[in-house]
Each structure stands twice: as structure tokens, then as C-alpha cells.
């Protein structure tokens, strides 16, 4: 099993560009999540999915956008970045929304200038 | 608004002496917490959990202590070894998904 795996590792935008972070895991867990990590706030709730079909809002929402078409895949949207979007961002996946335990992918590290 | 801190935001500790990290929470609908490590360029992985119907919860040189009353968390490691030398995660969570993290404590074990 490759677990959770996250693409890109590093990406560069300008203000204004989308781009989509993409993340995929195989071990057909229900529920998938997305996290920011920034200095001295820990890791903060974005969006999560509890199945294909099912997403809802974390902590912190705004300007971004995911959708959950299959069991595996789960990508993050940013519509139109902005320097406060700059951050370290994790996918993570359980079982199911009853399984606490998350499995994290290695993050992917989002500058935007 | 943080629900769940950590204040110390690094601790060290001579290798095989005890590491005591701490934990904060205010949100009393919190009924499950958990601790994850985690280490450079790596995303973080889970070490350990406790139900709210619990105290104490045990998995090898780790041990979870939960003081509901005081809505504390500590993780204890005995004896700490180098390579516990991460960052660690409290987490807490109730029943609508919705988990939070703290700030984290980088823990450094000297040898």
C-alpha cells in the first residue's frame, strides 16, 4: 500500500492563480480530510469528506474548494490564491468518520507570492 | 479561538529520563484525544489515543493521562530515547468530525 500520497511536494504561485492539490489514498478509507499547518497554529481543519459524494467544512474554509468523486481521491481547490494561503497542507485519511485515527500524506509546501 | 494548547512550544530531556508533554483543551464536548508525531518533511503519524470514559491509556514506553475535570492531557514517555526526537501533536475531538490540533511541542532527546 502506498497509504496517502500527495502531489505536488513543492509548488510557487502568484497571487491570483488556482491551482489544484491533489490527494489519493488505497486503503478505501470512508473518510478523508484536508489540514493547513501554519507556524505556531498547529494543524487547522480546512474540508473533509466522509464518503464519495459527502464533503463539509473545517476551521477554516474560505477559498477553498474540494469535491469527492471517488473513495480514493480527494483534491483541494484553490480558486484564486493569496499570500495568507501560504502554508504546509496535509491530506488525511481513516477508516471512517468513526476512526479517529488519521493517516497523513508527507504535506505539500505552498508558497504564494 | 484555540480549543486545544500547547504551551510550551519546545522541551528537552536527557536520553532514558521521562518526557512529560502537556496539553490543554476548553471545549468540554471534546470526548476523544489523541497525540501524533511528527518529523521534518513528513506528514504526521499517530502514537497514541484516550476516550473520554478513560484515564490512563498505555501503548509500550507511552502512556496518555486525561483529567477531565481540569480538561488536561499529558503524554508521558519513559524511558526517551533519541529517536523520539519530533514534533508532538495533541488532538481532540468530539462527535461531528470536527478535530483539533495544537500548536505542537518539539521534543528533543539528548543523548
Known amino acids: 500500500n502506498a497509504g496517502v500520497t500527495q502531489t505536488p511536494k513543492f509548488q510557487v504561485l502568484k497571487t491570483g492563480q488556482s491551482m489544484t492539490l491533489q490527494c489519493a489514498q488505497d486503503m478505501n478509507h470512508e473518510y478523508m480530510s484536508w489540514y493547513r499547518q501554519d507556524p505556531g497554529m498547529g494543524l487547522r481543519l480546512i474540508h473533509y469528506?466522509?464518503?464519495?459524494?459527502?464533503?463539509d467544512q473545517g476551521e477554516v474554509p474560505n477559498g477553498y474548494n474540494v469535491s469527492r468523486s471517488t473513495t480514493e481521491d480527494f483534491p483541494l481547490r484553490l480558486l484564486s490564491a493569496a499570500p495568507s494561503q501560504t502554508s504546509v497542507y496535509f491530506c488525511a485519511s481513516s477508516y471512517s468518520r468513526l476512526s479517529y485515527e488519521q493517516y497523513f500524506g508527507p504535506g505539500t509546501r505552498l508558497t504564494v507570492t | 479561538d484555540q480549543q486545544v494548547k500547547q504551551n510550551s512550544p519546545s522541551l528537552s530531556v536527557q536520553e532514558g529520563r521521562i518526557s512529560i508533554l502537556n496539553c490543554d483543551y476548553t471545549n468540554s464536548m471534546f470526548d476523544y484525544f489523541l497525540w501524533y508525531k511528527k518529523y521534518p518533511a513528513e506528514g504526521p503519524t499517530f502514537l497514541i489515543s484516550?476516550?473520554?470514559?478513560?484515564d490512563k491509556n498505555e501503548d509500550g514506553r507511552f502512556t496518555v493521562f486525561l483529567n477531565k475535570s481540569a480538561k488536561h492531557l499529558s503524554l508521558h514517555i519513559v524511558p526517551s530515547q533519541p529517536g523520539d526526537s519530533a514534533v508532538y501533536f495533541c488532538?481532540?475531538?468530539?462527535?461531528?468530525?470536527?478535530?483539533?490540533f495544537g500548536a505542537g511541542t518539539r521534543l528533543t532527546v539528548k543523548p
Open positions: 484516550i476516550s473520554s470514559i478513560k
Open positions: 469528506s466522509v464518503g464519495a459524494g459527502i464533503t
Open positions: 488532538a481532540a475531538s468530539g462527535d461531528n468530525n470536527d478535530m483539533r
